[in-house]
């Protein structure tokens, strides 16, 4: 990627956060982080990375996305009108499950730590006695 798409990207990415923050009232996207977007070589298209926020509530990815989808075209114009840019790349959001994965990961490797703690206990308890 270059500098200036990476560069635009990071402003999409700021712009569309905020966006959704402060100016969408729709009850389906809920609470969401913007994880990266990624321009085009021509800065044609955007794709917009996204994930919820809530990982371990009953998030429903779907309803997210068709909520997204709606906004679309709404932040497009916003982005627009913000963004000094001689033309405003098509945005595409996909959802982003990394967060979700990390989270998973990180569950996984704290339940392997309190295996590890309780049985290290276990031992001291048995030499002491």
């Known amino acids: 990627m270059s500098l200036r798409a990476g560069r635009i990207s990071e402003q ?17 996207i809920g609470l969401l982080t913007i994880t990266r977007v990624k321009v085009s070589a021509d800065l044609g298209e955007a794709i917009v990375f996204w994930s919820p926020l809530d990982v371990n509530g009953d998030v429903d ?13 709404f932040v497009r114009g916003r982005l627009a009108r913000s963004l000094e840019l001689r033309r405003m790349p098509a945005l595409q959001f996909r959802y982003d499950p990394s967060i ?13 730590n309190d295996g590890a703690t309780d049985e290290s206990r276990d031992e001291q308890d048995g030499e002491e006695a």
């Open 12 to 28: 999409i990415r700021g712009e569309i956060a905020r966006l959704l923050r402060e100016e969408t009232s729709d009850p389906r």
């Open 61 to 73: 990815i779907e309803q997210m996305a068709e909520g997204l989808l709606s906004a679309t075209g």
């Open 100 to 112: 979700e994965h990390g989270s998973r990961t990180l569950a996984l490797l704290r339940s392997l």
